[in-house]
Structures are given as C-alpha cells and as structure tokens.
C-alpha cells in the first residue's frame, strides 16, 4: 500500500514480527522497481501494539482516523474477536452522509479482514501442513476452535457495527 502512495501504519503485538517485516520492507525497496518519486508513501513500524491499543491511543490523542484498517490472518488468533473488531471499527473514518453504500466515496473507511476458515481442509492445510509436517510454523500457533466460518465473521461484524460491502 505505500508503494501506492499510502501512509501506513503496521502494528503487531510481537516487537520481533515488527522488526522483521521493517527488515524485509527495507530490503525490498532496495530491489523495488518504482522510483522513490513514485513512492510517496510511508510505513510507520510499530510493534508491541495491538489494535486495542491503537485505538485508545487515536482516540486519546483524537487524531485522523483510517480510511482502510486491514485485519488479516489475525482473528484466528485471538480469544476475543469482538474486542478486535470493536477496535479496528472505531479507527474508520465515519459515514460523512446518511447512507453507507454512496456511490460517490463518501461511505467512511473500510475494514478489509481475511482468517482461515473452519474446515477440514484448513485443519489439514494450517495445522498439520504448515506446523506439523512442513514445519514452516511453531506447533500451536493455530487452534482450530479459533478458525471461523464465513457466517460466524459476519456475525462477528455485524456486532461491532460493520456491514458487509459487495462493491
């Protein structure tokens, strides 16, 4: 998204994940095949920060809200989604018109979110794929029980306030 222009701020509770991703975004811009005149946005790397707390953070110092918050991979990792969501909801900018769908732009930020689905077929891909046999993650860095439906994520919206988009 900063290649595109965008001025972002990427958080993850774990310093090490942050510190990682800063690592490769630095090494890739080496590489990168845009011009630094065409790259006019930022990262702003910040780990050790949940959502949560960059909510609070936001609305203590009543700074600019998001015009898109992406949460993606993570709620398969939480015990509480709605606190997550709850959170992510309040760093969009809000409806500047009565309806939510304009046509003209003027719908307010957007949540853009992604897990892995409660299937068989993501236990046997997520779990014993990537932890147990390829061992590309650390065994227990998923629980099946935190996988959820396409249903249960709308649900989930739904509870904070959010409403799904099909644009």
Do not use: W
């Not at 701020?9 to 090494?27: C, F, N, Q």
Request: with cysteine; net charge negative.
């Amino acid at each position: 998204l900063a290649k595109l222009g965008a001025h972002v701020v990427a958080i993850d509770p774990s310093v090490e994940i942050v510190k990682v991703a800063h690592e490769y975004y630095t090494r890739t811009q080496r590489h990168s095949s845009l011009s630094s005149e065409d790259d006019s946005g930022s990262i702003d790397f910040r780990g050790g920060v949940s959502v949560e707390d960059l909510a609070q953070e936001y609305l203590e110092k009543k700074e600019a809200l998001f015009d898109v918050v992406c949460i993606l991979e993570v709620i398969e990792h939480t015990n509480d989604p709605h606190s997550l969501l709850s959170a992510a909801s309040s760093l969009l900018k809000p409806p500047t018109s009565s309806s939510s769908n304009d046509a003209d732009g003027e719908s307010g930020g957007t949540l853009f979110l992604s897990t892995i689905n409660q299937t068989l077929k993501s236990y046997a891909f997520a779990i014993l794929g990537a932890e147990y046999i390829a061992q590309k993650l650390p065994v227990g860095t998923h629980s099946y029980s935190l996988f959820r439906s396409p249903l249960q994520v709308l649900e989930l919206m739904k509870g904070v306030g959010l409403k799904e988009r099909s644009e």
